[in-house]
């Protein structure tokens, strides 16, 4: 006797014993997507024959109605454990492709994988299981096997090879590792040399994992190899896709260069030219990005974002009239009142306009710039008003996220620093490197307060810490180098990291002073003279000077050195050590 399982789970419904179930599409599998779920178990299979179960008994038909009773109530792994088991022995197709359906809401590898190779034994000639196969092997960076796969699964797909290849984008996008999946779609442009969605395939998916010069190439290389029907239909969405992309390199010219040719044919694409505004203003072409956000503005009145970037580049400009103007605007549009205060306050804060800014600080009320605010009302209120108003504003605000808390911590370092609090403002960095022990800008200020409270021991410390983390970190090497250069110790470490620095910064005057020192105190004092002609040629500065001074009167050039110190004796008044400079020279004292 032959019984047609969903039929038969439909009829037991009817008295209440429930159904074939079929998965939350809400919550499908990386491998499949909510299109890609398998249809339930219907009465016909996709070759026409009816799927039916051989010998079937009543355990069995027991066993399917629990099972589809459990997957009703969302336990998905109780129905799998018993259909599988069923499916695999019956070999019956529909409980193959109900097995897989449920090994879906089981979230399961192993439990999708035996399910697919399942209905791959029993179906080889549909395309599903072929399909969640490659993606499988993808995700566990078989390479060889998902090509096999992907080759089985287009030779029994309904769909063109475009079809197929634009929709593997989002599926192998969420199944596989980054390295996989631009293999996988390495593969895909090699074996389609002729198809442009491979190309734009592969520059997606590199565009999303952050490979940004291959992302280009592809993305070019599908737009050159398009008809004129798919450019016409196409064009627009690469370029948008591509000036995104342009946005991520440290060099705006790239995406000027790019972009350029596609503007003048397209100038109606304000995605685009609002792009393009922006590399503009990274590459400093102020003028022109400006212009380019007022033709924007001009054909899209309600252009907000826009309205926003063009009144933060005027204020870079120091159009403060242009900008408050576009600022009001900003901040009377729904969604953007708060960001559009916030820069009210920032602009009025710029021009000294503090009561104004504080007004302004105030009206914010959403998130992220709440904080901020927060930390500019206590900023005017410290210059204005003194530290016990400031620090009360920092104490009401409801830092959430690390950053927040961070920067919450740090303007109380600064302001007890302001107030020669230095043991609070010590303890406020170390709380803020405690949530943040990576963050090299909190151990680099941090070293400054150390070393002026003289506490060596741990000025060297953070040093090495932020050395650790960033070797080639100019300020911490010529900071850690200069430091034992000044007290002429651990000298050959010294030149090592000074060496270091130069070689990053060739042309920075304190890495310069720094070397110059370094070789006084290994008494090369003509070498240390070139170092600190050198920096004092790049900036006059009070510390290269004190040291080319001593550097020439060790070289016996005392006339030379008196008539620089005196050069600059008047504009340096305030400076103790400079104006005794010559002195401590004639009595031979140690000059730090």
Same mark, same amino acid.
């Given at each position: 006797?032959? @019984?047609?399982?969903?039929?038969?789970?439909?009829?037991?419904?009817?008295?209440?014993?429930?159904?074939?179930?079929?998965?939350?599409?809400?919550?499908?599998?990386?491998?499949? =997507?909510?299109?890609?779920?398998?249809?339930?178990?219907?009465?016909?299979?996709?070759?026409?024959?009816?799927?039916?179960?051989?010998?079937?008994?009543?355990?069995?038909? %027991?066993?399917? !109605?629990?099972?589809?009773?459990?997957?009703?109530?969302?336990?998905?792994?109780?129905?799998?454990?018993? &259909?599988?088991?069923?499916?695999?022995?019956?070999?019956?197709?529909?409980?193959?492709?109900?097995?897989?359906?449920?090994?879906?809401?089981?979230?399961?590898?192993?439990?999708?994988?035996?399910?697919?190779?399942?209905?791959?034994?029993?179906?080889?000639?549909?395309?599903?299981?072929?399909?969640?196969? %490659?993606?499988?092997?993808?995700?566990? $960076?078989?390479?060889?096997?998902?090509?096999?796969?992907?080759? #089985? %699964?287009?030779?029994?797909?309904?769909?063109?090879?475009?079809?197929?290849?634009?929709?593997?984008?989002? #599926?192998? $996008?969420?199944?596989?590792?980054?390295?996989?999946?631009?293999?996988? @779609?390495?593969?895909?442009?090699?074996?389609?040399?002729?198809?442009?969605?491979? @190309?734009?395939?592969?520059? @997606?998916?590199?565009?999303?994992?952050?490979?940004?010069?291959? =992302?280009?190439?592809?993305?070019?290389?599908?737009?050159?190899?398009?008809?004129?029907?798919?450019?016409?239909?196409?064009?627009?969405? &690469?370029?948008?896709?591509?000036? +995104?992309?342009?946005?991520?390199?440290?060099?705006?010219?790239?995406?000027?260069?790019?972009?350029?040719?596609?503007?003048?044919?397209?100038?109606?694409?304000?995605?685009?030219?609002?792009?393009?505004?922006?590399?503009?203003?990274?590459?400093? #072409?102020?003028?022109?990005?400006?212009?380019?956000?007022?033709?924007?503005?001009?054909?899209?009145?309600?252009?907000?974002?826009?309205?926003?970037?063009?009144?933060?580049?005027?204020?870079?400009?120091?159009?403060?009239?242009?900008?408050?103007?576009?600022?009001?605007?900003?901040?009377?549009?729904?969604?953007?009142?708060?960001?559009?205060?916030?820069?009210?306050?920032?602009?009025?804060?710029?021009?000294?306009?503090?009561?104004?800014?504080?007004?302004?600080?105030?009206?914010?009320?959403?998130?992220?710039?709440?904080?901020?605010?927060?930390?500019?009302?206590?900023?005017?209120?410290?210059?204005?008003? $003194?530290?016990?108003?400031?620090?009360?504003?920092?104490?009401?605000?409801?830092?959430?996220?690390?950053?927040?808390?961070?920067?919450?911590?740090?303007?109380?370092? &600064?302001?007890?620093?302001?107030?020669?609090?230095?043991?609070?403002? &010590?303890?406020?960095?170390?709380?803020?490197?405690?949530?943040?022990?990576?963050?090299?800008?909190?151990?680099?200020?941090? =070293?400054?307060? !150390?070393?002026?409270?003289?506490?060596?021991?741990?000025?060297?410390?953070?040093?090495?810490?932020?050395?650790?983390?960033?070797?080639?970190?100019?300020?911490?090497?010529?900071?850690?180098?200069? %430091?034992?250069?000044?007290?002429?110790?651990?000298?050959?470490?010294?030149?090592?990291?000074?060496?270091?620095?130069?070689?990053?910064?060739?042309?920075?005057?304190?890495?310069?002073?720094?070397?110059?020192?370094?070789?006084?105190?290994?008494?090369?004092?003509?070498?240390?003279?070139?170092?600190?002609?050198?920096?004092?040629?790049?900036?006059?500065?009070?510390?290269?000077?004190?040291?080319?001074?001593?550097?020439?009167?060790?070289?016996? +050039?005392?006339?030379?050195?008196?008539?620089?110190?005196?050069?600059?004796?008047?504009?340096?008044?305030?400076?103790?050590?400079?104006?005794?400079?010559?002195?401590? !020279?004639?009595?031979?004292?140690?000059?730090?």
């Amino acid at each position: 006797m032959k @019984f047609n399982v969903c039929k038969w789970a439909a009829f037991t419904a009817l008295l209440t014993l429930g159904a074939c179930a079929s998965v939350d599409s809400s919550k499908q599998s990386a491998v499949m =997507s909510s299109e890609d779920s398998v249809p339930q178990v219907s009465g016909q299979a996709a070759s026409g024959k009816k799927l039916v179960l051989e010998d079937v008994n009543a355990t069995y038909l %027991y066993q399917v !109605l629990a099972a589809e009773v459990m997957a009703e109530k969302g336990m998905m792994v109780d129905a799998f454990e018993i &259909i599988y088991p069923l499916a695999l022995k019956t070999r019956d197709v529909g409980l193959a492709k109900r097995a897989f359906e449920l090994s879906m809401g089981t979230y399961d590898e192993s439990n999708i994988d035996r399910a697919t190779q399942l209905w791959l034994e029993v179906e080889p000639d549909e395309p599903t299981p072929w399909r969640a196969a %490659y993606l499988m092997s993808l995700r566990s $960076g078989d390479l060889d096997s998902a090509i096999e796969q992907w080759q #089985r %699964y287009r030779s029994n797909s309904p769909n063109s090879l475009q079809q197929d290849v634009l929709a593997a984008v989002q #599926r192998v $996008g969420r199944s596989a590792k980054p390295d996989m999946a631009l293999a996988f @779609f390495d593969y895909l442009v090699k074996a389609n040399p002729d198809v442009w969605q491979a @190309f734009y395939g592969g520059g @997606f998916l590199a565009a999303r994992f952050e490979a940004y010069d291959r =992302s280009v190439d592809l993305l070019k290389k599908s737009l050159q190899i398009m008809s004129k029907e798919d450019l016409a239909e196409n064009e627009s969405q &690469i370029y948008q896709l591509l000036s +995104k992309v342009y946005l991520q390199f440290a060099s705006a010219d790239k995406g000027l260069e790019g972009l350029k040719d596609y503007l003048e044919r397209n100038p109606s694409d304000w995605l685009v030219q609002e792009r393009m505004a922006r590399l503009e203003v990274k590459a400093d #072409r102020f003028t022109q990005a400006e212009n380019r956000y007022l033709s924007i503005l001009k054909a899209n009145p309600s252009a907000t974002t826009s309205r926003l970037s063009l009144a933060l580049l005027q204020i870079e400009l120091q159009k403060f009239p242009q900008a408050q103007a576009n600022l009001e605007q900003v901040a009377t549009r729904p969604g953007y009142e708060s960001v559009g205060h916030y820069y009210l306050g920032v602009l009025s804060q710029e021009q000294g306009e503090l009561n104004r800014a504080l007004s302004f600080f105030e009206k914010v009320e959403l998130q992220p710039y709440v904080v901020d605010a927060m930390l500019h009302r206590s900023e005017i209120l410290f210059a204005t008003q $003194g530290e016990q108003p400031a620090m009360a504003v920092l104490n009401q605000v409801e830092a959430e996220t690390v950053a927040d808390k961070v920067k919450v911590l740090r303007a109380k370092a &600064i302001f007890y620093r302001a107030v020669q609090k230095w043991d609070e403002s &010590i303890a406020m960095y170390d709380q803020a490197i405690a949530l943040d022990q990576e963050n090299v800008d909190l151990l680099l200020a941090q =070293s400054i307060l !150390l070393y002026d409270t003289q506490r060596f021991e741990d000025y060297v410390g953070n040093l090495k810490r932020v050395l650790v983390l960033q070797p080639n970190d100019v300020d911490a090497l010529n900071a850690l180098g200069y %430091y034992y250069a000044e007290h002429a110790i651990e000298l050959d470490e010294a030149e090592v990291l000074l060496k270091r620095a130069l070689e990053l910064a060739p042309q920075s005057y304190y890495v310069l002073d720094s070397i110059g020192w370094l070789a006084y105190q290994q008494k090369n004092y003509l070498q240390a003279e070139a170092y600190l002609k050198k920096a004092l040629a790049i900036k006059v500065d009070e510390e290269v000077l004190i040291h080319l001074v001593a550097t020439q009167w060790q070289l016996g +050039k005392t006339g030379q050195a008196k008539q620089l110190w005196a050069k600059y004796q008047q504009q340096y008044l305030n400076n103790q050590r400079y104006q005794q400079l010559i002195q401590d !020279l004639q009595a031979g004292r140690t000059i730090r």
